[in-house]
Nanobody, 128 residues
Framework: QLPLVESGGGSVQTGGTLRLSCTAS????????LAWFRQGSGKEREGVVQ???????GYADYIRGRFVISRDSAKNTLYLQMNALKPEDTATYYC??????????????????????WGQGTQVTVSS
């Protein structure tokens, strides 16, 4: 199990922004495909976005350009920039990692079954 730690969640009003971070220690995130998932109260966990090792990404349709995934290799950190937040974005957000080779090309959102390392989650609450 790869240790992942999320941070950056909080409470904002509709239209606000947040940036989530996911850090790892003891190994390099550059060697993994990475993803963000979320789980609302009483709902199943759903994929938000995933990224391969060379910049390819796959976003869920409901994101519609509002969220951006990025990596900072020097800081060994994964980010999720969330803009124009809506009440329906309220959820616990999880980062996840899975081994993948450098030739993997991602063009679709992630699925829970694909990932085997998870953070503990960070809560995002958007009020109207």
């Amino acid at each position: 199990q790869l240790p992942l730690v999320e941070s950056g969640g909080g409470s904002v009003q509709t239209g606000g922004t947040l940036r989530l971070s996911c850090t790892a220690s003891g190994y390099s995130l550059n060697d993994y495909c990475l993803a963000w998932f979320r789980q609302g109260s009483g709902k199943e966990r759903e994929g938000v976005v995933q990224a391969d090792r060379t910049g390819g990404t796959g976003y869920a349709d409901y994101i519609r350009g509002r969220f951006v995934i990025s990596r900072d290799s020097a800081k060994n950190t994964l980010y999720l920039q969330m803009n124009a937040l809506k009440p329906e974005d309220t959820a616990t957000y999880y980062c996840a990692a899975r081994p993948c080779n450098i030739f993997t090309r991602i063009r679709r959102p992630p699925e829970v079954r694909e990932y085997n390392a998870w953070g503990q989650g960070t809560q995002v609450t958007v009020s109207s």
